[in-house]
């Protein structure tokens, strides 16, 4: 009984202590090791996690011009003399989604009645539901274009951080799948066999989580801050169709009592 158990130690001492046979020393070694279908998979994680980090940085980028040009909007929007003033003075800002939806509603606008600075408003100014109605339908469609703007190629951010895991997964599964094969051609199942197969199989998984991670957190992020985008959108527009209602009105009352005048001088 010594000598069996005695045997058996022996024969785990030299499992463990069996070489690594294909020299596989680092993490590169064990991705060229690897067999082509992890490659495959392993190039196609890299890809992914490259266009999600390109994804990354220029939506991070558009955000932060977004915020900083919007601000400046704001502070012209209530120094502001006349629209077609701001009008000129929200053209440089091309990523700022209030100066945009600004220009959206003042082009609605322009199409109506030739801009509120005309004198020939009376249609307007007499009926502003009928103005504030198709000014407000043009700035919710802007608003809509925006949102759409601000979540162009999100979907592979969400794809990528669903999928990515998977794919690593199915790398790892072949690859064990793989050494198995081995062991069989072999005949042997010591360590020295199975360990290196499965350690590169392995390293298909870490990429996938590696490219997932960074994909859901910025997804994440970015959908957050495109709401938020969204309800300043909102309060804006509302902001500004009640300044604009609130315009039309005067303008209407200026005209009734131009008119009136007008009457009274033609009596008299």
Known sequence: MTHIWTSVALAASDVVNAPYQRNADGFFDMVRN???????????????????????????????????????????????KN?????????????????QIFRIGYAELNRLGKSLETKNLQELSTNPEVVLENVDRAIRGGIMAERQRFESFLPLLATTGSTAPFIGLFGTVWGIMTSFHEIGLKGS???????????????ATAMGLAAAIPAVVAYNHFANRIKMIEI??????????????????????????????????AQD
């Not at 199942?189 to 390293?203: H, Q, R, T």
Request: aromatic share 8%; charged share 25%.
């Open 189 to 203: 199942a010591n360590l020295a066999v199975v360990a290196p197969g499965i350690s590169e199989a392995l390293v």
């Open 34 to 80: 690897a067999g082509p279908m992890v490659k495959f998979i392993m190039v196609s994680l890299v890809v992914l996690s490259i266009a999600c980090w390109c994804i990354i940085l220029l939506k991070a980028r558009l955000v932060r011009r977004a915020q900083k040009e919007s601000e400046l909007f704001v502070n012209y929007f209530r120094q502001r």
């Open 232 to 265: 300043e959108m909102s309060h804006f527009a509302a902001d500004f169709l009640n300044i604009l209602k609130r315009d039309l009105m005067r303008r209407g009352r200026q005209e009734e009592s131009l008119s009136e005048q007008q009457r009274a001088a």
């Open 83 to 99: 629209y077609s003033t701001l009008y000129r003075e929200s053209e440089p800002l091309d990523e700022s989604h209030l100066a």
